[in-house]
């Protein structure tokens, strides 16, 4: 079964880009434009992972890792936060909610592949094709 990963954020050309490269690489992607729309998807899909943006419209990204970390069967759910790379205090922010990695925007496609299969634990040395059947 393919690891199931949502990607939260409000600006459509980094989820389509983000979604793209994942469903490549294999996984089940899952999209929200803000938090409060992915606590709902958390909910229904309990995913393997949360790529989740920092600020977004309804419910930021740290108001959505609040309620997450809350309890209900999340708590354990890893996220990796988006934050713009001139934003300090929200990548402090993220470090502090106990976040698996901050990636600062701009980023680009390896990145975040290289980030997803860190922690979803099957990273290899390249960024070539993993053979999941052997995990």
Known sequence: ???RVLVA???????SMITRLLEADGLN??????????LLQIQALRPDLVL????????DGFQT????????GTAEIPVILLVDVTD????SR?????VSLCITKPFGPLEILAAVR?????????FGTVDRASR
């Open 9 to 15: 954020d409000d600006d459509p050309e980094t989820v």
């Open 94 to 98: 993220g470090w502090a909610a106990a």
């Open 29 to 38: 992607v899952s999209t929200a434009d803000n938090g409060a729309s992915a």
């Open 65 to 72: 890792i609040d309620v997450l970390r809350s309890g209900g």
């Open 52 to 59: 989740l943006d920092a600020a977004m419209p309804v419910m």
């Open 1 to 3: 079964m393919s690891e």
């Open 88 to 91: 300090d205090a929200n990548i």
């Open 118 to 126: 860190r922690v979803l634990s099957y990273t290899d040395d390249s």
